[in-house]
């Protein structure tokens, strides 16, 4: 090949390569000349901007220990580097506990009993994880990997509290609770109680803001506010507003205040996120860039031996030895299986004690909350067994829709997890029916349940460390070559984004490793 009477070198191609297309682009030209290691063999893709990216590539052989988040981020960024993994899965499918139910999906529990989703086209449910904080790097991982992403309404107004002193909209709670705390800080400081703390300045712009904060009177006085909302909203006449608020002590007494939380939590402040179609897109794309090739589902581990020059792991289908291993299984699955690694390493993974967690889906056949109670998106809180009705941020204005029934976790998800399925959706239209009333049970099409406590080889929704003491920083870190992942070793207990942040710490030890070894 000749280009204006000269011939064009392997180098110079290169070096033109990279010029125009960059570092990305002439490193996929060196593998494809022969000139660049393929440790992992993958369809070369142009890269996406990230966050994250291991210095230096390296070979090696690794077996990680689930496909679940945690292990696919660790096949997926350790394949970057070059690395030849093998996944094993107990389950049949990956996600872990990142699991979208569709129409025709099947789901079994421990003991057989089977329910199958019979949604209608473009219904899902996400039995998992359902949403993602702006800041967290699951995000990120969304950005790189191409998953869409939409907003994931966490707080609306418009839904509804729901305590043993009645249900009312959430704005009407935040309304009352901001405006009684505001009177009364506002009189307790307009009458001098915080003068020794505060300047005559302080005092006046605390005063603006509080009045402000609680609309408040001009005597400091909550007697309502158009923040409370309407049964008729203004239009051509000034509406009708929601009657007047009672008294602080029934304020109080009523438990509305639990509407507020959320707002004011790091991890669920508005806005949020969902990936469009389902949470599982985000396993898809991992697969898909890891290669579904190089993960064995039904591959039940049942021996860990850690050798000098690498580590052996066997399952009921064969065994694998590799250089290293990650295990990301819960900590409290992967203390019963064999191995020598020590007491005090099955000590530690023996610490964190099992959540249960459970979640129902129900699809109706109208958008009953759309058109009647006029709510789009968001959470009603309670203060029954169900806990949460979660409304769909997606889909608006379809004919079908799906909303989570009851989101749970402890005693009040072991309730629900004993229960059969049908039992399940029984008592959460009884319980659903008192905020919502009859419409609640009508026109239900089909529902599907989950107990994550009853799903085998996952065994709880997430863990609770008793203290971050020495067994949380013992599993930080490897035992011989068997490293540990997952959000059980971050705290970001129950979010995917542990999941991915434990991930990249384990793969950057072990990468650090590697490297020194050459």
């Given at each position: 090949m000749r280009v204006e009477g000269a011939a064009l070198t392997r180098r110079g191609l290169l070096v033109g390569i990279g010029a125009v297309g960059g570092a990305g682009a002439m490193y996929a030209a060196m593998g494809a000349l022969g000139l660049a290691p393929s440790g992992q063999d993958k369809a070369f893709a142009a890269p996406r901007s990230g966050d994250f990216s291991l210095t230096g590539r390296a070979a090696g052989t690794v077996v990680i220990l689930g496909a679940g988040v945690a292990g696919l981020t660790v096949a997926y960024e350790l394949g970057k580097a070059g690395y030849d993994c093998t996944l094993l899965e107990a389950r049949d499918r990956t996600g872990g506990r990142n699991l979208t139910l569709r129409g025709g999906d099947r789901l079994t529990e421990a003991g057989g009993v089977t329910q199958e989703a019979r949604f209608g086209e473009g219904v899902y449910f996400n039995a998992g994880p359902g949403r993602i904080a702006?800041?967290?790097?699951?995000?990120?991982?969304?950005?790189?990997l191409g998953v869409p992403i939409e907003t994931f309404i966490n707080s609306n107004a418009q839904a509804y509290v729901h305590t043993r002193g009645g249900t009312v909209r959430a704005r009407t709670a935040k309304a009352d609770m901001y405006g009684y705390?505001?009177?009364?800080?506002?009189?307790?400081?307009?009458?001098?109680?915080?003068?020794?703390?505060?300047?005559?300045?302080?005092?006046?712009?605390?005063?603006?803001?509080?009045?402000?904060?609680?609309?408040?009177?001009?005597?400091?006085?909550?007697?309502?506010s158009p923040r409370r909302g309407y049964l008729k909203y203004p239009a051509l006449d000034d509406g009708?507003?929601?009657?007047?608020?009672?008294?602080?002590?029934d304020v109080l007494a009523a438990g509305t205040g639990r509407s507020i939380l959320n707002d004011f939590g790091y991890d669920q402040a508005t806005p949020m996120f969902q990936p469009i179609g389902g949470m599982d897109?985000?396993?898809?794309?991992?697969?898909?860039?890891?290669?579904?090739?190089?993960?064995?589902?039904?591959?039940k581990v049942t021996k860990?031996?850690?050798?000098?020059?690498?580590v052996e792991v066997v399952w009921d289908g064969?065994?694998?030895?590799?250089?290293?291993?990650?295990?990301?299984?819960?900590?409290?699955?992967?203390?019963?299986?064999?191995?020598?690694?020590?007491?005090?390493?099955?000590?530690?993974?023996?610490?964190?004690?099992?959540?249960?967690?459970?979640?129902?889906?129900?699809?109706?056949?109208?958008?009953?909350?759309?058109?009647?109670?006029?709510?789009?998106g968001g959470i009603t809180e309670t203060d029954l067994d169900i806990t949460h009705i979660w409304y769909p941020s997606h889909g608006y204005h379809s004919e079908r829709g799906l909303i989570v029934g009851y989101y749970n976790t402890g005693p009040e998800a072991e309730l629900y997890g004993a229960l059969t399925p049908e039992d399940r959706r029984r008592r959460a239209v009884t319980q659903g029916r008192k905020i919502h009333g009859d419409k609640y049970g009508k026109g239900l099409l089909s529902s599907v349940s989950i107990a994550w406590e009853r799903q085998e080889h996952i065994q709880g929704g997430w863990v609770r460390w008793p203290a971050f003491d020495s067994s949380f920083t013992l599993l930080q870190r490897p035992s011989g070559r068997v490293y540990f992942?997952?959000?059980?070793?971050?705290?970001?207990?129950?979010?995917?984004?542990?999941?991915?942040e434990s991930a990249r710490a384990a793969v950057t030890q072990l990468h650090q490793r590697v490297l020194r070894s050459q």
């Open positions: 702006q800041w967290m790097v699951t995000l990120d991982y969304c950005r790189e705390v505001a009177e009364l800080l506002a009189k307790a400081t307009n009458a001098g109680a915080l003068d020794r703390e505060l300047t005559r300045d302080d005092r006046e712009r605390l005063l603006d803001f509080l009045r402000r904060f609680g609309d408040l009177g001009p005597k400091f006085d909550y007697a309502g009708t507003p929601v009657p007047g608020p009672g008294a602080l002590h897109a985000i396993v898809r794309r991992l697969t898909e860039a890891v290669g579904a090739d190089r993960v064995k589902t039904g591959a860990i031996t850690d050798q000098a020059d690498g064969g065994r694998i030895k590799a250089d290293y291993c990650v295990a990301t299984l819960p900590p409290h699955v992967l203390a019963r299986i064999p191995h020598n690694l020590g007491a005090q390493v099955t000590a530690a993974l023996r610490t964190p004690v099992p959540v249960a967690a459970g979640k129902i889906g129900m699809e109706y056949d109208r958008r009953w909350w759309e058109m009647e109670d006029r709510i789009y992942a997952g959000d059980w070793l971050t705290h970001l207990i129950a979010w995917q984004a542990g999941a991915m």
